[in-house]
């Protein structure tokens, strides 16, 4: 189990004067009481069969029954049992549901942070149908509460929440942005109002892959859709859903929501970035408090309409055999899958599908914020041998994918077990790939 | 009155009350909770929501091809002694009678050597079930009283029914009235255990199926 000192301290805000069992009561008991009828129906229909287990790629590296995923939100099953399920005054009274103490909790942070990269593969096993991995997030709304989410993720949420950016950068990132469009020599479009699409860009490509940007920019700027970035909400991430902290996963999303209305767009453009298309099309609204008054697409998604429609024409490229990684929150838990395999079959390209893909793929490691977690490595690494093993088994030798945290990931791992494939972008790809003249300005 | 009429009189009475009042109102209890409603725009329209839902009730019952090779096995047994449980309860002409009793249909039922041969094959996979329970560090891990109590009651059902056909140990009607009072017991412990999963199986399916189909998610 991991080691949580020091945590409850640095996730207590100054005024915070109760004590960590306090915090953790209070938690639990907000947890028990704001469950909400859908979560409390999936916890009661557990029968207790640890199929899960045989989905989750924890579980299957260690062979360690602590990783089955439905086994991650004990403790709040025992909440809820306790203080609001049908025979909850019988639990309490017979003492059968024992209140859970910070010490529990504490020991599961390992289990629902370092261990768990909320990638839904558990929730396509269950033979009642739970989704499990809906269960897991919120169970990590409740460990926030509580002051147990790990620090990496708790530092970005708190920094993006105030500043926009999960973390301090050496330069603003708009400088950084019109900088990568100066260097590849591309029309960066931005504070534009009165456009069709609003732009945004994970933190990680203007940090590691700017040409992702440059990508973007370039295929915007092919179709002659009329879009642009806007300075004060450039960053697609939110560490407030890794985190847990659903009042900071809603200012996050707020930023860019009030955004893309100021600009009056009609399409919110999530770039190559999984968990920032799961938080801004499957949960913004419901954080916002009611429908947003334009579409979010994710720009495979986008690209693949363009597409359909004829207004994207692409050639065919030489890459010579090709795999992909299917980005879990855009994929299995977000439903697209067709869109990038459109764009793939669009360029001719030779794709030789994992074992597990498409809504089956097993997570590249690193989802869920696992990649922050620093002491959750040499776990993660563990669990990617098999993702590793898979992709070679294809015998592409390219390997391409849509998600920014995923190639981060992938680039550690090459770097750890000296793996001799880079992942690359789907986007950037398109962009080399582009047919015809570039729309006019 | 001896045994037997308080088996199947007063006793049956009481455990079909708590039997029926515990199921509703554990259902119910539910409705009490909070029901958000999703603002997101759906992916789906209501056609393929529901679709999505229905597909799942049905696909759940066998696993994925990308997971069989792991539980292929395991499920196997579970659905095994469930076919076994049904076919007891369902086909064995005294069964019918009583159910007929209650809700004033019958059908023909099967030889009761047949229903002998199910039997000791129910008993036998729900052994192994239990086998695999305590065996497993995943399941047992996850086990609690609850299960073990209800693979008792459920046993103890099938062990007592299984001794008052083969007029097994005690006179007949003894035999009977104690199976009896085990059916008994098993509708008092109904609501409050695991044994509910057999109302919120297909609703689970549906729901959960439904909601990822809104997103065009995979299920």
């Not at chain 1, 593969?121 to 002051?147: K, N």
């Not at chain 1, 977690?373 to 993660?380: D, T, V």
């Not at chain 1, 590793?388 to 390219?398: H, N, V």
């Not at chain 2, 009042?21 to 958000?36: E, H, K, M, P, S």
Request: charged share 20%; aromatic share 10%.
């Amino acid at each position: 189990m991991s080691d949580t000192s020091g945590v409850l301290t640095a996730n207590l805000a100054p005024a915070e004067a109760r004590s960590p069992e306090a915090r953790v009561a209070g938690a639990m008991s907000g947890f028990a009481r704001e469950i909400g009828a859908l979560s409390a129906f999936r916890l009661e229909s557990c029968i207790h069969c640890g199929i899960c287990a045989d989905a989750c790629h924890f579980y299957i590296a260690t062979e360690d029954p602590q990783y089955t995923p439905i086994w991650k939100v004990e403790p709040f099953k025992q909440a809820y049992k306790r203080e609001s399920s049908a025979f909850a005054p019988l639990f309490r009274l017979l003492g059968l549901k024992h209140e859970v103490k910070a010490d529990q909790l504490g020991q599961w942070q390992h289990l629902l942070f370092d261990s768990c990269n909320m990638c839904g593969r558990c929730s396509l096993i269950c033979p009642m149908g739970i989704d499990v991995a809906a269960l897991i997030e919120q169970a990590r709304h409740a460990m926030f509460d509580a002051g147990l989410a790990p620090k990496e993720l708790y530092e970005k949420a708190a920094h993006q929440q105030v500043t926009g950016q999960p973390e301090a950068s050496a330069e603003p990132y708009r400088d950084q942005l019109l900088a990568i469009g100066a260097r590849f020599e591309v029309d960066i479009p931005l504070d534009k109002s009165d456009v069709e699409v609003m732009l945004c860009v994970p933190r990680s490509d203007i940090e590691h892959y700017p040409g992702a940007v440059a990508s973007l920019a370039r295929v915007m700027r092919h179709l002659g859709v009329s879009c642009t970035f806007r300075s004060d909400a450039l960053i697609a991430e939110n560490y407030g859903y890794y985190a847990g902290g659903k009042e900071w996963q809603r200012e996050i999303s707020r930023r860019l929501i009030d955004q893309a209305i100021a600009c009056k767009a009609k399409i919110l453009l999530v770039p190559e970035c999984g968990h920032a298309y799961a938080a801004l099309r499957w949960e913004a609204a419901d954080l916002y408090g009611k429908p947003l008054p334009f579409k979010v697409l994710q720009v495979t998604e986008f690209l693949a309409d363009e597409l359909k429609a004829g207004r994207l024409k692409l050639g065919a490229a030489a890459t010579g055999a090709v795999t992909f990684q299917d980005p879990c929150e855009s994929a299995r838990k977000g439903g697209v899958n067709e869109a990038p395999r459109a764009l793939m079959k669009a360029m001719s390209l030779d794709l030789h599908e994992m074992k597990n893909h498409g809504g089956f793929s097993f997570c590249c490691g690193g989802g869920g914020g696992v990649l922050d977690i620093e002491r959750a490595a040499p776990l993660r690494y563990r669990t990617m041998e098999s993702k590793l093993r898979e992709i070679d088994e294809t015998g592409a030798k390219t390997f391409l994918t849509s998600c920014s945290d995923c190639r981060r990931t992938f680039d550690d791992a090459q770097a750890h077990f000296t793996w001799n494939k880079t992942p690359q972008s789907l986007l950037e790809l398109v962009a080399a790939n582009l047919i015809g003249a570039a729309a006019p300005p | 009155m001896n045994l037997l009429d308080f088996a199947r009189g007063p006793a049956l009475k009481v455990a079909m009350a708590i039997f029926c009042l515990g199921v509703t109102w554990r259902i119910l209890a539910f409705a009490l909770l909070r029901i958000r409603r999703d603002m997101n725009r759906p992916r789906a329209s209501v056609l393929k929501f529901l679709g999505g839902g229905l597909l799942t009730v049905g696909s759940r019952s066998w696993p994925h091809r990308e997971f069989i090779g792991r539980t292929g096995a395991g499920e196997a047994l579970g659905y095994s002694y469930h076919i076994g449980l049904f076919a007891l309860v369902l086909l064995f002409t005294p069964h019918i009678l009583f159910l007929g009793s209650l809700f004033g249909v019958t059908w023909p039922g099967v030889p009761s050597s047949l229903i002998t041969v199910i039997s000791v094959l129910t008993l036998t996979l729900f052994l192994a079930v239990l086998f695999r329970r305590v065996t497993n560090p995943v399941m047992r891990m996850l086990s609690n009283f609850d299960d073990y109590f209800s693979w008792f009651i459920t046993m103890l059902v099938m062990v007592t029914g299984l001794a008052a056909t083969a007029h097994f140990g005690a006179p007949y009607e003894t035999l009977l009235a104690v199976h009896i009072l085990s059916v008994d017991m098993l509708l008092v412990w109904f609501p409050f255990g695991k044994l509910m999963h057999a109302f919120y199986i297909f609703p689970s399916r549906a729901l959960n199926g439904a909601l990822l189909a809104r997103k065009g998610a995979t299920s």
